[in-house]
């Protein structure tokens, strides 16, 4: 890694990834040592996609929320180019791109994603704003009376399914608007509803469905949808459904010469660093933390540009590690807002509920979704970009 000292002038730190985690460490490399570091980011989607405005967008007519990337690239004094990372030559310290450039690096950052699979076959996979016009569709049928029953199911092993329990909520609040008569229900493995966020959310949030009218079905593992429509569960039960809807399983990225476990993820140290590879970083959904969310990737980006300026001379405060999450659910007469604390494993430690925005420093605001120390403030400056077709994926 170039140091302080370095006679080449600042350190070349490349940041392979268009999203939440690869955007708040550049403008926290630019926050934390501007003069130190060179930053070139290299993403395959020329835009920022803030895929959690999905859920509302199905039921408006807003266009999906994007970011123009340059333009971000630009504010942050950092070049950017539109191209995707194929390769990793970590004892020479540089990468091959799919346009077959070859960059050299001092860092690199890596927080491509990761690959939405199927989850339950059968069932209608809400990946991100690519799905908004089936769901658009599915409730067009619900009003219609052309369908009766839609489910949606959480899959086994999902870290993060507040996304189908605001579809729930949304599609049961449309239907109530619209005096239609469909039914609603939603079935997960969890016991209670989003329980990561602990008792006392938990309960606000049954209510929550409860007064919509979605029926929550716990502690039911969905398997895959059947000839009839069903959904089969792993008890053997099956619960009728005229549709089901569901979130994907996530898979790692693979980038050669970059390990990483048997589903493709890469495993770093607490600070992020990716393990055997110097120099090399890595955050959000692509790493082998169990929780995938926007904040965390946020944070662990945070904790990457903290140690990349640090090496390279800047003064900056000692990192400290920290893992919490934190959400707005959408779909009730207000939002809400959840946070819990995580362990090094993403197992919750502490919970708690906040019934009118983040008061931890975080400066939410009513359309914010994802809290980043630097993305956040920085996106309240920025309109978002004219809708252009997400391509990438
Ligand atoms: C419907 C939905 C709702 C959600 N709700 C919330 C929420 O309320 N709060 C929250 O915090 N999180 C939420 N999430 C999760 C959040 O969106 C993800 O955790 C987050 O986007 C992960 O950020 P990331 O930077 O790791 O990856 P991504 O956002 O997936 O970005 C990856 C980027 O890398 C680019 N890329 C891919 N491969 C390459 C390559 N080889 N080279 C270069 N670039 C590449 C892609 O084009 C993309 O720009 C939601 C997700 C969904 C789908």
Redesign the pocket.
Known sequence: MASATSPSGPAQVLI???????VEAMLALRALAPERVRVTL????PV??Y??A??TESFDETPPRMYDLQAIADDAGASFRV????AVAPHDHSVRLESFAFLDYDALVL????RPARAIPGALT???QREVNHIRHLTSELRAGKLHRVVFAVPHGCS?P??LYELALLTATHLQEWGAAGEVVLVSPESTPLEVFGAQASRLVADLLAERGVRFIGESDPQSVEHNGALSLASGETLEADCVVAVPELRG?R?TGVPTDRWGFVTTDALGSVTGLPDVYA????TSFPI??????AQQADLIAQRIASENGAAVKEPRVQHVLR??LIGGPHPIFLRTELDELGQATTANLQHQSFDDGGSFTSLE???GRYLTPYLHTREPALSQSLT?G
């Open positions: 392979a990834g268009g999203g939440f985690g690869a290299i993403s395959a989607s920022l996609a895929k959690p999905a859920t191209d995707r990372l194929e927080a491509v994603g990761a809400f990946r991100d993060w507040l996304p990225p980038i955050a959000g959904d692509m995938k969310q926007g904040g965390l990737a959400a707005r979704k994802v809290f990438d």
